[in-house]
């Protein structure tokens, strides 16, 4: 027990660049200048890049790095590095181990083959990384990872770094001049923070080594339903597998050098689905490392011969996997903005930041659910724990009291019968984290913080978490703007807190968001319901929007439009590949598979009945004739979805594409599917060319 007591503290973050690590590589002068840099923005000079430089790669070496990588975050959604080794030559074939502060701030990799959606041309290859000082260097897999921002030649933002880094600043700003207004001059800084859990399915690498449609596209595009899946609830936080235990030791460990504050690990609902939660940090660590996780868990499941699927819906008809965004703003003296607190002064203060949320959700909710529109994430939202396409927000029956009594300026009651004056000047004491969570909610209120529940598990958490720091700016801006002019800020206040209420109360939900009566009711209330990806996309570049990120440099019109376009056209790439993979899967072999069996039906019948004359074979006869049916609507079925994706008609606007692929491509593979899951349970296993349901789920 001692020994590991030790260990772990060792352990952890010893592949990392911290700041412990740059105190004793890097002089004291850099050091004050780089803290300099954290605090108030100060730019670095080349001496002290220099000096970090040398300290950074000293360290690396005697930690076993040869080489070294801008590590950045393209508009792919994942991570990408080139590496350079420290190896310098001196003449005479000798080399010596060199790295200046040119290249530890700025990089220049090959862009050309990023999505950009325009902002550049295709024979313009040109893309610099720069460096962000705001996020630790680590080493992995024997090179120095350098966290970086990724642009375009002319400056424009061809990552998920940077908007986010933009977007943190933005609403710090506007955080600040609402906090001055309370008497608060001390703070410094305000940082959002985010903790994101991670689903994930585990499942045996030999049997997903058989299924082209994982390889290829990360779930599967058929499967008949198993005799049992999540019905008896038997897997969610029962006890851990074995060999999935000796994974997430690993996970654990390989995480833990990296700085990553990996906490809680259980079973989900589905059976193979696991989860795993970190400890909170500021939303760009957050990003980075929850990239890090993502590539570690896959790395480990292959280390112990098994994959790790990251897809929202790797297999129909049990739970999906999400990535409960879970964010909040914290300033540098520990203040948990979101936390009620227990003075009529400090619930002022955060009833007026609850305010700004429910009022950025409402206004600018067609974005936030555009930040979670991809083809993966269609199969996933509205079915077994995830949350439906339609916004709301769960405050929780106890929060939402103290909000109608708002609007209603009356007496609220809590549960311990303590009545509690609301009025101009005397705001409640509010209980905290008194109520049950919701999971059906989009956005739910969990004590303090909201957890923003539509990612999914394979997506970046940058997009999500760049929005609602943006929305959070833009109500902060509006507010203080009209508190700075108040006259009595108290009576502005509360006159300001309640408007807001009353104008958005719409937006708050508490009840089921899987019955059919709230998507009505939803509806009736003016609540957007974009039920998927072709639905929603086209409301990112509404002009509000586009309003919103250019007023707070978070985006150019430009960058958003950018955007916009890779959004569309991956969708189109992910359902074509489907497609196309679903049908080379077919003609190769399920069509030969079934067709073998349907062969050897027949030469069955027609044995027993020349071996016994009038023999009846009734059910081998309905077998067969059932099956011969179905292998000529999966022919037939096969041919029209080639069809659909070989011409669709050309001179298309990628929105229009994207519709076509929706309307089209979409339907036609959902009607092929129907048809293989049925041919599944009808042909006999031995001649069935793929690992089924049972297998995949059940193996590990």
């Known amino acids: 027990?001692?020994?590991?007591?030790?260990?772990?503290?060792?352990?952890?973050?010893?592949?990392?660049?911290?700041?412990?690590?740059?105190?004793?590589?890097?002089?004291?002068?850099?050091?004050?200048?780089?803290?300099?840099?954290?605090?108030?923005?100060?730019?670095?000079?080349?001496?002290?890049?220099?000096?970090?430089?040398?300290?950074?790669?000293?360290?690396?070496?005697?930690?076993?790095?040869?080489?070294?990588?801008?590590?950045?975050?393209?508009?792919?959604?994942?991570t990408a590095e080139k590496h350079d080794s420290f190896l310098s030559p001196v003449g005479g074939g000798k080399v010596m181990m060199e790295f200046s502060g040119k290249e530890l701030v700025r990089g220049e990799p090959d862009a050309s083959s990023f999505p950009s959606g325009g902002l550049r041309n295709t024979f313009e290859a040109r893309g610099y990384s720069a460096w962000d000082p705001t996020s630790y260097a680590f080493i992995k897999n024997g090179s120095l990872c350098i966290p970086t921002a990724f642009c375009s030649y002319s400056g424009q933002a061809l990552d998920k770094k940077t908007p986010l880094l933009r977007s943190m600043e933005a609403v710090n700003k506007q955080t600040l001049r609402i906090l001055r207004l309370f008497g608060d001059h001390k703070t410094a800084k305000v940082v959002p923070q985010v903790g994101p859990e991670q689903e994930y399915f585990i499942i045996d690498k030999a049997l997903y080594q058989k299924r082209e449609d994982l390889r290829l596209c990360g779930r599967t595009l058929f499967g008949a339903k198993p005799p049992k899946g999540q019905e008896m609830d038997d897997h969610y936080f029962g006890v851990i597998r074995p060999r999935v235990a000796a994974f997430m030791q690993e996970m654990d460990e390989e995480l833990w050098k990296l700085g990553v504050y990996s906490h809680t690990k259980h079973n989900e609902a589905a059976p193979a689905q696991h989860e795993m939660a970190p400890v909170y940090a500021d939303a760009n660590t957050s990003n980075d490392q929850n990239q890090l996780t993502m590539e570690i868990m896959k790395r480990v499941a292959d280390s112990h011969g098994l994959v790790c699927l990251l897809h929202e819906k790797p297999f129909a008809g049990i739970n999906g996997s999400g990535k409960h965004d879970n964010w909040s703003l914290s300033t540098d003296r520990g203040e948990n903005l979101f936390s009620p607190g227990k003075t009529p002064s400090q619930n002022a203060k955060f009833l007026l930041f609850l305010a700004a949320f429910i009022k950025g959700v409402d206004e600018y909710q067609e974005l936030l659910r555009c930040t979670v529109a991809f083809a993966g994430n269609d199969h996933r939202l509205g079915a077994l724990e995830a949350p439906p396409a339609v916004v709301s927000i769960f405050l929780g029956d106890e929060l939402e009291a103290?909000?109608?009594?708002?609007?209603?300026?009356?007496?609220?009651?809590?549960?311990?019968?303590?009545?509690?004056?609301?009025?101009?000047?005397?705001?409640?004491?509010?209980?905290?984290?008194?109520?049950?969570?919701?999971?059906?909610?989009?956005?739910?209120?969990?004590?303090?913080?909201?957890?923003?529940?539509?990612?999914?598990s394979s997506q970046s958490i940058a997009g999500p978490t760049t929005t609602l720091n943006a929305i959070m700016a833009e109500e902060l801006r509006s507010f203080a703007d009209r508190l700075e002019q108040a006259e009595d800020f108290s009576t502005a206040l509360h006159d300001l807190i309640r408007e807001t209420f009353i104008a958005h109360r719409r937006i708050l939900f508490n009840g089921n968001g899987y019955d059919e009566s709230w998507i009505e009711e939803a509806e009736k209330r003016g609540l957007a319901n974009l039920r998927t990806t072709a639905d929603a996309l086209p409301a990112y570049i509404l002009p509000k929007n586009i309003e919103l990120m250019t007023a707070h440099g978070i985006y150019t019109e430009t960058e958003m439009m950018a955007r916009h376009e890779i959004h569309m056209e991956k969708y189109c790439k992910v359902i074509h590949i489907e497609g196309e993979t679903l049908v080379h899967m077919v003609r190769h072999s399920i069509l030969s598979a079934v067709s073998a069996y349907t062969a050897v039906l027949a030469d069955g019948i027609l044995k027993k009945k020349a071996a016994v004359p009038g023999l009846s074979c009734r059910t081998e006869e309905r077998l067969l004739t059932r099956i011969s049916a179905l292998c000529d609507d999966l022919s037939e079925q096969t041919e029209a979805l080639k069809e659909a994706l070989d011409k669709m008609p050309a001179g298309m606007t990628h929105e229009e594409q994207m519709n076509y692929h929706h309307d089209i491509i979409v339907e036609r593979m959902a009607v092929l599917r129907t048809v293989i899951d049925e041919l599944e349970t009808l042909t006999a296993a031995e001649y069935w060319p793929y690992p089924t349901y049972t297998d995949l789920l059940f193996s590990v």
């Open 1 to 78: 027990m001692s020994v590991m007591k030790d260990r772990i503290p060792q352990l952890f973050g010893s592949m990392v660049f911290n700041e412990e690590a740059m105190a004793q590589y890097v002089s004291p002068t850099a050091m004050k200048a780089w803290k300099d840099c954290l605090q108030n923005g100060q730019p670095l000079s080349l001496s002290v890049a220099n000096d970090i430089a040398d300290g950074m790669k000293t360290w690396a070496l005697e930690h076993g790095a040869t080489h070294y990588t801008h590590w950045f975050q393209p508009l792919t959604g994942i």
């Open 402 to 456: 103290v909000v109608d009594a708002i609007i209603r300026e009356d007496d609220y009651t809590d549960r311990q019968g303590q009545p509690l004056r609301i009025g101009v000047d005397v705001l409640p004491a509010i209980p905290q984290d008194t109520t049950d969570r919701n999971r059906t909610s989009p956005l739910a209120f969990t004590g303090n913080k909201f957890e923003f529940r539509m990612l999914g």
